[in-house]
Structures are given as structure tokens and as C-alpha cells.
Nanobody
Framework: VQLQASGGGLVQAGGSLRLSCAAS????????MYWYRQAPGKQRELVAS???????NYTDSVKGRFTISRDNVKRTVSLQMNSLKEEDTARYYC?????????WGQGTLVTVSS
């Protein structure tokens, strides 16, 4: 299983970014997919998830600002991030699990400046 994340960058507060994660090596359409983030000096936290049926969940701090989506044909999961805040600065990772094993993408850095 390989997960390749992209789309990070530097953005001003209030701006938007779209992250994308391309998956290979798994039956993508039946896997739940997740976005995590880790800010400097903090623990990794779950940001958003999307099930195989496209049921979504978000951590409270991003509700109403972030949207997770999936494209089962392109085998990608995306995270649209709007109204970004400085506290959203972190490295963002896509994640899935398969048969009890964890698989992480390499992460993509999002930096939000004031």
C-alpha cells in the first residue's frame, strides 16, 4: 500500500488549500480514509475521516471549514481547507489501515501565516 500526499504550502490566514492523497495497492473503494496532522511539539491528531460509504467526520476545530471527499475512480482522498488559521499549521498525513496494518503517507506541510 502506498499513499502519496500533495497540495501543502504557505498560505495567509483566511486563505484556502486543497490537499490530495493518491492511494495504490489496496481496494480503495472499501477502505475508510483519514487525514491526520501534527503540529510542531504536539501529538498527531485526527482531522477528518471518510468511510467507504462517504460518511464523514471532523474534529471540532475544523468543522465548517474543512471538507473531506473521495474519488473512488481516481483512488484519491482530498481535504479542502478553507478559512485557514495559524493554528492549522502542521504536517498533514493521509492514513488508512488494511488487515490490521497501518499505512501512512509521507505528509505534506501546511503553513498558515498571519
Amino acid at each position: 500500500v502506498q499513499l502519496q500526499a500533495s497540495g501543502g504550502g504557505l498560505v495567509q490566514a483566511g486563505g484556502s488549500l486543497r490537499l490530495s492523497c493518491a492511494a495504490s495497492g489496496l481496494n480503495f473503494r472499501i477502505n475508510s480514509m483519514y487525514w491526520y496532522r501534527q503540529a510542531p511539539g504536539k501529538q498527531r491528531e485526527l482531522v477528518a475521516s471518510i468511510s467507504s460509504k462517504s460518511t464523514t467526520n471532523y474534529t471540532d476545530s475544523v468543522k465548517g471549514r474543512f471538507t473531506i471527499s473521495r474519488d473512488n475512480v481516481k483512488r484519491t482522498v482530498s481535504l479542502q481547507m478553507n478559512s485557514l488559521k495559524e493554528e492549522d499549521t502542521a504536517r498533514y498525513y493521509c492514513y488508512t489501515d488494511l488487515r490490521g496494518r497501518d499505512f501512512w503517507g509521507q505528509g505534506t506541510l501546511v503553513t498558515v501565516s498571519s
